[in-house]
C-alpha cells in the first residue's frame, strides 16, 4: 500500500509544481510599469477648401435665361402664356428693336446671315411656329447687362 501513497504523492507533487511553474510563466515582470509617454499630439490639416467652381459670366447666365425663354415660347401650350413669356423676355433686352441675326453659313471665318430681324419678332415667330429650331452662338451685353445684339445658328 505504501507504494501507490507514494505514486499518488508524486504523482500530486508533479502536478501541482506543473500548475506553478505554468502560473509563474503567465506572470510579467514586477516591475511598475512606467506609464507610457502620450504620443504628440497630430494636427489634423484642415481640408483644403474645394476649388471654387468659376463663377459664370453674365453672358452664360444670359444665355441660359434666353434658351429657356426660347423653349417656353415655342412650346407653349396657348398664345397668353406665351405672350406672357415674351413680355417677360423682353426685359432682357435694351430694346425691343434689339438685332437678330441667324448664321445660315460660315466658311473660313466669313458668315452668312439670314435677313436681320428684332427680337420681337423673333420672339413671336416662336410662338407662330412652335419650333425652336436655332441656339445661341453669340450674344452682346451693354453697360446695362442688358442683350445689346443676339447671334444665333441652327441646331443640327
Do not use: H, W
Request: hydrophobic share 35%; proline share 6%; charged share 25%.
Amino acid at each position: 500500500m505504501k507504494k501507490r501513497s507514494t505514486q499518488s504523492s508524486l504523482s500530486r507533487l508533479l502536478t501541482l509544481a506543473l500548475f506553478g511553474m505554468l502560473a509563474m510563466g503567465a506572470c510579467k515582470s514586477k516591475k511598475k510599469v512606467a506609464a507610457a509617454p502620450e504620443p504628440a499630439p497630430v494636427e489634423e490639416a484642415a481640408p483644403a477648401p474645394a476649388p471654387a467652381a468659376p463663377q459664370p459670366s453674365a453672358e452664360e447666365v444670359a444665355v441660359g435665361k434666353l434658351e429657356n425663354y426660347f423653349n417656353s415660347v415655342a412650346n407653349s401650350s396657348n398664345t397668353d402664356t406665351a405672350n406672357r413669356t415674351i413680355t417677360e423676355a423682353m426685359g432682357m433686352f435694351s430694346n425691343q428693336d434689339t438685332p437678330v441675326l441667324i448664321v445660315i453659313y460660315e466658311e473660313n471665318g466669313i458668315k452668312d446671315y439670314d435677313e436681320p430681324t428684332t427680337i420681337n419678332k423673333y420672339l413671336n415667330y416662336l410662338k407662330d411656329t412652335k419650333k425652336n429650331l436655332n441656339f445661341i452662338s453669340d450674344i452682346r451685353l451693354d453697360n446695362n447687362g442688358r442683350v445689346s445684339e443676339l447671334e444665333l445658328r441652327r441646331k443640327k
